[in-house]
């Protein structure tokens, strides 16, 4: 079964990693994104912050998922692999129906 770990503030910091873990990442635009607008587009970009990775996007596995109700609005992206000590960033972009754009931002630090 998948964890996911969700994220209401702008930049937040979610809790460490392990290499071999595959979780659900949860970028909560809830209040952002009015009731009545549908998420349009969504992505996940990964940088690194600190250590070495020449391919953080490899962490990112498959599609961001979204969920979009009346009550919650998020994206949740699977999160695999990553490198012992690095600090990653994670940013999800959203557009809702109007084009209007939204960011949620997390560091990501990655152990054995």
């Known amino acids: 079964m998948n964890k996911i770990r969700t ?3 702008p930049v937040q910091q979610f809790s460490d990693k392990r290499v071999a873990e595959v979780e659900y990442f949860d970028f909560d635009f809830t209040g952002d994104v009015p009731n009545n607008k549908d998420i349009d587009t969504q992505e996940v970009v ?3 912050v600190s250590g070495v990775d020449a391919s953080p996007s490899s962490l990112l596995s498959g599609s961001p ?3 979009d109700t009346n009550k919650k ?6 999160i695999t692999g990553g490198l012992n000590g690095v ?3 994670l940013t999800c ?3 809702d129906e ?3 754009a939204y960011t949620r931002k997390a560091y990501l630090t990655v152990r054995t």
Do not use: R
């Open 93 to 95: 972009n959203i557009t």
């Open 7 to 9: 994220i209401a503030n």
């Open 87 to 89: 600090k990653y960033l």
């Open 46 to 48: 990964v940088t690194v």
């Open 98 to 100: 109007d084009d209007n």
């Open 65 to 67: 998922l979204v969920t």
């Open 73 to 78: 609005k998020s994206v949740s992206q699977l």
